[in-house]
């Protein structure tokens, strides 16, 4: 149980352009997803906070109007990367709480994004 | 904020031999401690947890130790096998924010057969 994956596994896209990357609970509903960010040979950084049915909660330093969160259903959450720079690129990780854990959080896959 | 340090970023053992990494971190209203292991290219897997009324736990060759008056928490791993061998992270969070994950920077453990 508390299988979560995203789509797509990897993505290259040109400078300007946006991405979304999506981040499924497969077997759980999940009210709580997280987005985090990892450089290479580097720890995660959370990103923001994705409430099922109300805003993300973005943390400090990350432009929400960049990174745009949507989580339209209690199993999808969508990242979008806009007008996205070289800089962007980086592996982007979701993770989903099931429901009646309060602390445990499990991780997609990751999504590597490029940026040319 | 909470500050999460990992130590050692490098770990090779041979194959046997135990394994132990350790975290701290600074905001005494932290009261939850996951490990986390990462094989390259994928997900991080919980492989254990502890939380702050809880001294000490153990699953099969896993076990986890909290020093909470030194702000310490530990990872051991005995008789180490070569798929040990991958990144592990530490983690906190606070009671009072238990959505915020904070992680350390990593530890590349390297089991050699």
């Known amino acids: 149980g508390a299988v979560v994956s995203q789509h797509p596994s990897w993505v290259i896209c040109k400078s300007g352009t946006s991405v979304k990357i999506e981040c499924r609970s497969l077997?759980?509903?999940?009210?709580?997803m997280f987005w985090y960010r990892q450089f290479p040979k580097q720890s995660l950084m959370l990103m923001a906070t994705?409430?099922?049915?109300?805003?993300?909660?973005?943390e400090q330093g990350v432009e929400k109007d960049k990174f745009l969160i949507n989580h339209a259903s209690l199993t999808l959450s969508t990242l979008t990367v806009t007008s996205a720079h070289p800089e962007d690129s980086s592996f982007y990780i979701c993770?989903?709480?099931?429901?009646?854990?309060?602390?445990?959080?499990?991780f997609g896959p990751g999504t590597r994004l490029t940026v040319t | 904020g909470e500050n999460v340090e990992q130590h050692p970023s490098t770990l090779s053992v041979q194959e046997g031999d135990s394994a132990v990494i350790k975290c701290t971190y600074s905001?005494?209203?932290?009261?939850?401690f996951p490990w986390y292991k990462q094989e390259l290219g994928k997900r991080p897997q919980l492989i254990i947890d502890?939380?702050?009324?809880?001294g000490e736990k153990k699953d099969q060759r896993i076990a986890v130790t909290l020093n909470k008056t030194a702000k310490h928490f530990s990872l051991h791993i005995t008789e180490t096998q070569p798929e040990d061998s991958a990144v592990y992270f530490c983690?906190?969070?606070?009671?009072?924010?238990?959505?915020?994950?904070?992680f350390g920077s990593g530890t590349k453990l390297n089991v050699k057969p």
């Open positions: 077997d759980f509903q999940a009210t709580t």
């Open positions: 994705s409430n099922e049915g109300s805003k993300a909660t973005y």
């Open positions: 993770s989903a709480r099931p429901p009646g854990l309060v602390l445990e959080q499990y």
């Open positions: 905001d005494s209203a932290s009261n939850y």
């Open positions: 502890i939380r702050s009324n809880v």
């Open positions: 983690a906190a969070s606070s009671r009072y924010n238990f959505n915020k994950f904070y």
